[in-house]
């Protein structure tokens, strides 16, 4: 299909960059802050620096000091060899990657005496952005030329392969650790293509215990004050030519072009502060009634689901040590999630985002009268969201409680496979299944699985899932286990969980060594699987359908938004690229009566300890340092030592692990959580309420000197005094 664009998209793209937020708000595209005149701003904020020092595509700057860790968070190198500040939360997969029941990271935690102890992480890679390239135009002229229409050219398939044939182009191509993506943003408006040098040999280094690192857990999780020492570190390796290479015992520490010195000269309310990061996702531009279906679709599906298996992991993990590992980074993603969810129901309700939507629309009804382009979107997406409202919410609930709740299942593409082999009597499709099927038994029963704790967590959530949908909403296993099974979830359970061919080692065994068609067909794990995903491609596919035309909406009305400037779109949400966001150090009135400092101190520690709650236990070292406020170098003038400090930073998920960076460049702490009262944020972001949490870089380096004897890690640092 041939479309021709309008004058007015380009006139809405060049609306979209030139405009300024409000001070404290905004995820800065980089590439775009001398257009934006972003950079004036930020000198008035207190920026000491050129826009040439924050990002230079032509020389290093501070941008490749900060890159991707792992899959969702970010971190920054601070020494010339390749070390890594993360936090604690984002290493935790790695740092329970490394844990057993005789080496219990962490609870006790890790710190690498030298460089021959520094722990290898299969899996783990670091990702700095070599190249950011505007393709706008390109993708607009294939548009126009009717190579592709307007709604797949912002999917993943289109722009996957022009990242390839972009890349094939380049003078990147066969180069080590390349990789590429194309990205919409502003709703499709605009797009661009990255190049990221990815690096494969990530060690380990260094990891407070978890009384350090997760200091008050769940219940201080989103809140403030905080006391979370939530840093951990790593070390990235090359080739002897500082290239990316997988492991090898001949790779050395990269010698970086950039990292980040450390400042200890400390804070003060209004000092400048900006973060360098790669927010994961925003919704900034919805309207109020897909605001109300975040709310009661997607966040009230993971606030019941997660809860139901949450408590029972909780339940396991206190009563054993192998299963507390085990569970340990599962419940800590879950439970992170599962608890924002409430929050951010919690916030836009006390926040009325609702009502400021509401404005904001009626604003934009004005503006559009006239222009047939925009008059009638915002009612357009209303019926839409209206229609397609009940399946995405059968859509989460199937999918929390069958995808994310329950681990266990069968692979039964595998077992039709066997079938047909045996029916065909095709031997080589049997064997080549048989071996599938053994990949998939230990794919299930991996190190962090425990075939009783995801039964236990099958009974609660089964029911829990009935409860919450319709009869004629679930998949069909429900009426299998009111048929067969008289109700009774218990039993249908357990015969799922005994009598599986996937069940155990035994079950599995008895199958290879006489596969035959009745035992696939009487198998409970495949039935349950066929029928749980079958749901799934059916909801899939109806709200796909249910959904249609709503791309064009959003871009039509965001261009809208862009054109009246009201309220300003002049950042695009956020899609896990990176990001600057500039403010201020800064305390906050929650609500009436309530003042809360910009910082807190290792006193609050002591205040909060609990030895019979393991989420707010302090090592008795670490209590001793404090009693004796045996802080070194790093305390404050007044001899306190600082912990954790607020600042007026525009983050969500993905900036975890971010540099704070003071006007001079210099690092003064690790971004690492939002504040309970401002959890709408990622829908609407309030100045008065929005804080970033951040971890104080002198707590960090107490840590690390004080408690962990690492003074060699200090010696790679420059800091300054």
Same mark, same amino acid.
Request: proline share 4%; aromatic share 10%; hydrophobic share 35%.
């Given at each position: 299909?041939?479309?021709? !664009? ?22 800065? !595209? ?54 890594? *500040? ?26 690498? +005496? ?108 989103? +809140? ?8 951990? +570190? ?54 109020? #009634?897909?605001?109300?279906?975040? +709310? ?39 439970? @992170? ?61 199937? @999918? ?18 066997? %079938? ?44 829990? *899932? ?36 996937? #069940? ?13 068609? %009745? ?69 906050? @009135? ?64 993905? @900036? ?66």
């Amino acid at each position: 299909m041939k479309i021709t !664009l309008k004058k007015s998209l380009l006139a809405a793209i060049a609306a979209l960059t030139v405009c300024s937020a409000r001070a404290d708000e905004g995820m800065w !595209l980089l590439q775009l802050m001398k257009q934006q005149n972003s950079i004036d701003m930020m000198k008035k904020q207190g920026l000491k620096l050129e826009a040439d020092d924050l990002y230079n595509p032509n020389g290093v700057s501070l941008k490749d000091a900060v890159g991707i860790f792992g899959g969702g968070c970010t971190g920054e190198i601070i020494s010339p060899e390749g070390l890594i *500040l993360t936090n604690h939360h984002c290493g935790y997969g790695a740092i329970q990657q490394h844990s057993s029941v005789e080496h219990d990271y962490l609870t006790d935690g890790f710190w690498a +005496m030298n460089r021959s102890e520094e722990l290898p992480t299969p899996g783990l890679k670091f990702r700095f952005v070599h190249r950011i390239v505007d393709i706008t135009d390109l993708v607009n002229s294939k548009i126009q030329s009717g190579e592709i229409d307007e709604v797949n050219a912002m999917g993943y398939a289109f722009l996957g392969k022009l990242a390839k044939e972009e890349l094939g182009k380049s003078d990147l191509k066969g180069k080590p650790g390349i990789e590429v993506r194309a990205l919409p943003f502003y709703a499709g408006n605009k797009y661009y293509l990255f190049y990221y040098k990815v690096y494969s040999d990530v060690r380990m280094v260094a990891a407070p215990p978890s009384s350090v690192g997760k200091f008050g857990g769940e219940t201080d999780n989103w +809140m403030w004050p905080r006391h979370t020492g939530d840093f951990s +570190m790593f070390r990235i390796y090359a080739d002897k030519n500082g290239e990316p290479a997988e492991y090898s015992a001949d790779n050395v520490p990269l010698k970086t072009p950039k990292y980040l010195p450390i400042s200890i000269k400390g804070l003060n309310e209004g000092d400048y502060a900006m973060i360098m990061g790669f927010p994961g996702s925003t919704e900034r531009y919805l309207t109020q #009634s897909e605001v109300k279906q975040r +709310m009661t679709a997607v966040n009230q599906a993971m606030i019941d689901m997660r809860g139901v298996r949450l408590e029972v992991l909780r339940k396991y993990m206190d009563a054993s040590d192998k299963t507390r590992i085990q569970y340990a980074s599962k419940f800590a993603g879950s439970s @992170n999630y599962w608890k924002n969810s409430i929050g951010m129901n919690k916030a836009i309700i006390d926040n009325d985002v609702l009502g400021t939507k509401a404005e904001i629309e009626k604003r934009y009804a004005a503006f559009a009268q006239g222009k047939p382009e925009y008059e009638g979107v915002v009612g357009k997406i209303d019926a839409i969201i209206e229609r397609s409202t009940p399946t995405l919410r059968q859509l989460y609930y199937v @999918n929390e409680a069958l995808r994310g709740a329950i681990e266990f299942g069968s692979t039964y593409m595998i077992m039709d496979n066997i %079938k047909q082999a045996l029916q065909e009597k095709n031997d080589s499709l049997l064997q080549a299944s048989k071996k599938q099927l053994e990949a998939a038994f230990a794919d299930i029963h991996n190190k962090d699985y425990d075939h009783e704790v995801d039964r236990a967590v099958a009974k609660a959530i089964l029911p829990a *899932l009935a409860k919450a949908l319709n009869a004629d909403e679930l998949p069909t296993f429900y009426q299998t286990i009111d048929s067969d099974f008289k109700g009774d979830y218990d039993a249908y359970v357990d015969n799922l969980y005994d009598n599986s061919i996937l #069940s155990s080692r035994q079950n599995l065994d008895k199958f290879l060594k006489k596969p035959t068609v %009745k035992a696939i067909e009487k198998d409970p794990a495949t039935a349950y699987s066929r029928s749980k995903n079958e749901k799934m491609k059916a909801l899939s596919k109806q709200y796909m359908e249910l959904e249609s035309g709503l791309e064009l909406l959003h871009k039509a009305y965001i261009r809208g938004l862009g054109e009246m400037k009201q309220p300003v779109p002049s950042y695009p949400d956020a899609n896990f690229t990176m990001r600057l966001t500039y403010g201020n150090v800064k305390s906050y @009135n929650p609500r009436d009566a309530v003042h809360y400092n910009f910082y807190t101190t290792t006193d609050g520690i002591l205040e909060k300890e609990n030895p019979e709650d393991r989420e707010f236990n302090v090592p008795a070292r670490l209590k001793e340092l404090i009693q004796k406020k045996d802080f070194g170098r790093y305390a404050m003038q007044d001899g306190t030592m600082p912990v954790c400090f607020l600042t007026t930073n525009d983050i969500t998920g993905g @900036n975890s692990g971010s540099p704070v960076i003071n006007g001079e460049g210099e690092l003064i702490g690790t971004a690492f959580d939002g504040n309970w009262e401002s959890l709408s944020g990622d829908i609407n972001f309030d100045n008065k309420l929005q804080r970033c949490i951040a971890l104080d870089i002198r707590y960090v380096l107490f840590i690390l000197d004080k408690l962990g004897g690492c003074g060699h890690l200090l010696k790679e640092m420059t800091i300054v005094e």
